[in-house]
């Protein structure tokens, strides 16, 4: 019994007499039964024995109620008694009556007095209760008025009480005060690292704590519609900068003979390729554990090399991963480097420069002067004195964490740079001028100024001949910039490194949309921006100073403050105007990168594109709003969700299922989704088992790929059709769910490029809607030969499609990709307008047993199961077998399962996922919406690859590559064209 | 038309050799494989009477448009504007203009030349080759229609 429990009985208690006891539980109910006798009052209680039985009524009563001792029996029974061996022979009246009398008196006291929790006017019938009476106490009757306000004004009290308690806090000015809100902000990062532009955010932004940091996920106001417009019209702008950097240093065959142990050629270009390892490009990679091609995948990351200098062996790369990822890549990249020897942090850049931090100290402001990697712990300990460092990088790691590795054998090192650079993404064709207006290459400098000695970077640069030419073409490319039209007009995967001045410098008064200008562009060259569209930007202007730590670390150190710039604009004469000259500490190394758009299937090629801009730790702020400012939206993660989705590009980790961190965002989501169901009562939530949908939160490919590998072993290579199929596979997954099933390889995602093209000429690629067909080409015609031998390479595969609806309705998340039977394609060509199938609807068999067992929640332990006869005809036939093997379980797996049975969700054993409803499912959506580019649903998904050729081998050539979707909380199938798109 | 034009339109080959997804051995890019990616045409800015005609919007919306906007938006004239295949759509859109207004409506036509750019990116084993880049022409109309001044 709990604390409370025994509290709540003992307050009952207290005014009872003692010889009156309450079950404490249900189990000695009998044993209280007795009554009287032994009150202890009586003195003479000791013995029962003793105790007076003078009259005849009572013992003829307690006769009857014996039976209860065990269970209700009616009518007289023999072991009742037990009882009369303890009944008394005779009672002692006196004593019995004074027994009798504190009994009654205390029944009175009971009745008379209400309990003490609750209100006054509980004690009123209900049809005298007023609405409101608590609040206002002349509502209540006369003769309650009078205790209700004595407990309304103690209750007032004691609120009152309770809120001052917890504001012995400082004062809010304290708690505002810079250093104090600096320590405040430090210790909420502890766990989850901000970005440099998580105020901003946080203003504006429903956060959420995700893989380790705090991330924007969609704005407080509404702006789909107007972030997709800037997507494909202007600009949108998103912080990337949780994105984690590794970086690699070494002798470039050493580093390309471990890295290439990562990837595989099948998959397309890898860190070798040409263009990508001069440096003018960025590249894009499926990174796998090492030589486990296809069966373990990592993840997608991209990667740069830094340009090579003359006459020099010795490359960096830059590996750019998802947070999620970093976690399994880094070791992998540990252990093919042969990097094992960690650095001891003083030489990683976390050491603090105590110089530095003197210098910074009197100027904290708001926008405090940076110092990176000041610890956390050491500026709590000194916030008597100087007040708190703003954390800059990473800061939920320790200091004494390593962050570089290095192999004591080939010379290669690992640097883990998270945190270390800003990088923000531009998406949309205009995200050219955006960067356009509002960076200006770096101005030089005078000959004062570099006479001068100082710390700096820039001046020393200058002083430098090839340097500053270097500069100066790399200025001149930006230039170009101002020519072009459209970002998609240049050549995908373009890196341009540049140093430009401080981009506060130039902040415009007011918001301005950047565009285009034509006068402008008319003024540069024709020939050079003929130049830059078709060979891309030559290899020496790729070189930045941003690969330099030191020149990193620099820049860092020395940025203006915000309070700084600020008291140089008021000294400026004309106000508004731009500074000169230009404080020295504001040139800032940068790396502008290229951003291919949507780069597969045949519309809307290139939607999308945009920039990414890379800049050292520290400045994120001083760019983010010089770029706000020129009238770029600003998204979330929501909206780089839906570019991937117009994209058609899978979104990283969601659309990885067969990567740990895939399986991972696979496990989170279905406990949110599972959550977010229970929350709604039992009678507002949808009845998946009935709409036919076995697994709405999540999809169990494992599963899928195994069913469908097994019905083509079972089907063979003779056409057959899907109803047979049908047949095929209830009956093989009844034996399969008891037997459990043999040792079956994993399942994978297919990433050959090869395989990928053959299987989509075999789909017959066609626009969206499905209106025209597109040029394939020449390859090798579907037959059932060229379909053994690719399932004899890729059977437990699935492949990434691209589904289009034919007609009305919007795909969701987890919909069913389902065959369609030939009558139903037989309809589709009759009339075009009928919206297609209906599932017929299923019965839920478990919600009767949900039912009993809350009826009674002892016996279903232990009873067996019997299962309910289905009588809906249709589902009757699909559902026997699953049913079968349900019952064909001994109950007692069962009655471990109904403790998770929730209403209207499959328990977990699945049935067959394949053939659970009227038309096999070969596959589910994992990302649909309705798409505003192509002006009808459309969603992104895997289908299994031996559902998929077994389908098509049975498609006539006109209805290549129709299927039915189906969303989970509907019955209504949908025509879908799918599209393997390379 | 707000939406970039669709590079299908302009898919057909002017010039040149046949260009499949992988190219045959008779083109001289031999041995290796080359993905051929269009890049879109270069955009040009666009006044509000211009119309870029597609292939892929509905015939009869993009004459419903031009309509809207020499009678409803007050335009003495626009500018109708076709690339490749939809050459023969602005021409068909223009001439549909000109009937539907009972000869108010004068038509002026120009043609020409249109730079576009191929990728070819490499696919092979040893990862050597360049990524290529070619230029093609196709041709374009420009067809101006108009109300003739009253005098």
């Known amino acids: ?982 | 038309m707000t939406e970039p034009r669709n590079p299908s339109m302009s898919s057909i080959p002017q010039t040149g050799p046949a260009h499949t997804d992988s190219s045959s051995p008779a083109v001289e890019m031999d041995p290796v494989e080359y993905t051929l990616r269009k890049r879109l045409p270069r955009k040009l800015p666009k006044r509000r009477n211009d119309v870029y005609v597609n292939m892929k919007t509905d015939f009869r919306a993009q004459l419903a448009r031009c309509q809207k906007l020499l009678e409803g938006g007050g335009h003495r004239e626009i500018c109708v504007h076709g690339l490749g295949l939809a050459i023969n759509r602005a021409i068909n859109i223009a001439l549909q203009l000109q009937a539907s207004s009972q000869g108010a409506l004068q038509l002026a036509a120009n043609t020409s030349t249109v730079e576009l750019v191929d990728d070819l990116e490499p696919e092979d084993p040893d990862e050597a080759g360049e990524p290529m880049t070619r230029t093609r022409n196709n041709s374009a109309i420009h067809i101006k229609v108009f109300y003739p001044d009253p005098q």
């Open chain 1, 1 to 982: 019994m709990s604390a409370a429990k025994v509290k709540m009985r003992e307050k009952k208690m207290r005014n009872q007499p003692a010889s009156v006891q309450y079950p404490s539980s249900s189990s000695n109910v009998e044993s209280s039964t007795q009554n009287g006798a032994d009150a202890p009052g009586t003195g003479e209680n000791a013995d029962p024995l003793k105790g007076g039985l003078s009259e005849v009524h009572p013992s003829t009563e307690r006769k009857k109620k014996t039976p209860h001792q065990s269970g209700w029996v009616r009518g007289h029974h023999k072991d009742g008694g037990g009882y009369t061996k303890e009944m008394p022979k005779y009672i002692t009246a006196g004593a019995f009556a004074r027994a009798r009398a504190a009994e009654v008196s205390a029944m009175l006291k009971a009745v008379r007095k209400t309990t003490s929790s609750s209100h006054v006017f509980e004690a009123l019938p209900k049809h005298m209760r007023r609405r409101a009476m608590s609040h206002n106490t002349k509502r209540l009757p006369h003769r309650l008025r009078e205790v209700a306000n004595r407990m309304r004004e103690k209750s007032l009290q004691a609120g009152s009480k309770k809120k001052k308690e917890p504001a012995k806090s400082k004062s809010r000015k304290a708690r505002r005060r810079h250093g104090n809100l600096l320590l405040e902000f430090n210790r909420r990062q502890r766990k989850n690292i901000w970005l440099e532009t998580h105020i901003w955010h946080a203003k504006r932004f429903h956060m959420v704590k995700k893989w380790g940091y705090c991330l924007g996920d969609r704005p407080t106001y509404k702006c789909y519609r107007a972030c997709y417009r800037a997507m494909s019209s202007h600009c949108l702008l998103q912080d990337l900068s949780y994105y984690c950097c590794i970086e690699l240093q070494g002798d470039e065959d050493k580093l390309l003979a471990a890295l290439s142990q990562l990837t595989s050629k099948e998959a397309g270009p890898t860190f070798a390729a040409a263009l990508c390892l001069s440096g003018r490009r960025q590249g894009s990679v499926m990174v796998y554990r090492a030589g486990r091609y296809p069966s373990q995948p990592l993840g997608p990351v991209t990667f740069l090399w830094r340009p090579r200098t003359q006459g020099s062996v010795h490359r960096q790369l830059w590996i750019w991963a998802h947070p999620t990822l970093k976690q399994d890549l880094l070791p992998e990249l540990q252990t093919v480097c042969q990097c094992c020897e960690a650095v001891i942090p003083p030489a990683a850049p976390v050491e603090v420069n105590p110089t530095l931090e003197a210098d910074s100290e009197p100027e904290n402001t708001p926008e405090a002067k940076p110092v990176p990697g000041t610890k956390r712990k050491r500026s709590r300990k000194d916030a008597t004195g100087p007040p708190a460092k703003k954390i800059l990088g990473d800061g939920t790691r320790l200091p004494s964490t390593p962050v570089s590795w290095r192999s004591s054998s080939n010379g290669i090192v690992i640097n883990d740079l998270t945190m270390e650079i800003v990088r923000y993404r531009l998406i949309g064709p205009q995200s050219h001028s955006v960067l356009v207006d509002t960076l200006e290459a770096a101005t030089g400098c005078d000959e004062v100024q570099k006479s001068q000695t100082c710390s700096l970077w820039w001046p020393q640069h200058c002083s430098d001949e090839a340097k500053m030419t270097l500069h100066q073409q790399q200025a001149d490319i930006f230039n170009i910039l101002k020519g072009i039209y459209s970002t998609a007009e240049l050549p995908s995967g373009t890196v341009l490194g540049l140093t430009v001045d401080d981009p506060r410098l130039t902040l415009p008064r007011k918001r301005v949309k950047a565009l285009p200008c034509v006068k402008q562009a008319q003024e540069v060259d024709e020939e050079k921006r003929r130049k830059l569209m078709l060979e891309g930007v030559p290899e020496p202007c790729c070189q930045s100073f941003i690969w330099e730590q030191s020149v990193r670390d620099n820049v860092t150190d020395n940025k203006i403050s915000e309070q700084e710039l600020n008291r140089m604009r008021s000294e400026v004469l004309v106000p508004g105007s731009r500074l000169s000259p230009t404080p020295l500490q504001g040139r800032v190394p940068i790396l502008l990168v290229h951003q291919p758009g949507k780069q597969v299937g045949h519309e809307m090629s290139s939607w999308g594109a945009g920039w990414d801009l890379l800049l050292p730790k520290g400045w994120g702020m001083a760019f983010w709003i010089p770029l706000v400012y020129r009238g770029v939206r600003i998204g979330g993660l929501n909206m780089s969700l839906k570019h991937s989705q117009n994209k058609a590009a899978p979104h990283f980790p969601r659309d990885y299922p067969d990567c740990p961190a895939g399986m991972c965002f696979q496990e989170e989501q279905e406990a949110e989704l599972l959550d977010k169901f229970k929350r709604h009562p039992p009678a507002k939530r949808t009845n998946y088992i009935k709409h036919g949908c076995v697994a709405p939160f999540r999809c169990p490919w494992q599963q899928l790929a195994e069913e469908w590998e097994i019905i083509v072993q079972e089907g063979g290579s003779q056409a057959r059709t899907t109803a047979q199929a049908d047949a095929v596979t209830e009956e093989r997954t009844s034996q399969q769910a008891i037997s459990i099933t043999k040792p079956l390889s994993r399942f994978t995602v297919l990433r050959n490029r090869k395989a990928l093209r053959l299987l989509s000429a075999w789909c017959r690629p066609t626009t969206s809607k499905g209106q025209r067909p597109c040029r394939v080409g020449e390859l090798p015609p579907i037959s059932c030969e060229a379909v053994t031998s690719f399932l004899s390479a890729h059977a437990m595969s699935l492949v990434w499609v691209h589904v289009s609806l034919l007609s009305k309705g919007k795909p969701e998340y987890h919909a069913m990709l389902c065959v369609p039977t030939p009558e139903d394609l037989k309809a589709l060509g009759n009339r075009q307008g009928t919206g297609g199938p209906q599932e017929p609807p299923h019965r839920d068999h478990f919600k009767s047993r949900i039912k009993r067992r809350k009826k009674e929640p002892k016996k279903a332990a232990t009873s067996s199961v019997t299962p309910d006869k289905p009588d809906g005809k249709e589902a009757e036939l699909i559902f026997a077998s699953d049913l079968d093997t349900n019952a064909s379980k001994d109950p007692k797996s069962f009655s471990e399962s109904s403790s998770d049975l929730v209403l209207g969700l499959w328990p977990d054993p699945l049935p067959s996922v394949a053939s659970h409803c009227s038309r096999v499912t070969v596959g589910w959506v994992t990302q649909g919406d309705f798409s505003m580019s192509a002006g009808c649903g459309e969603a992104l998904g895997f289908v299994s690859v031996a559902g998929l050729l077994n389908t098509l081998l049975n498609q006539t050539s006109e209805h290549k590559g129709k299927l039915l979707l189906r969303n989970p909380t509907s019955l209504h199938y949908r025509f879908a064209k799918i599209n393997v798109e390379v």
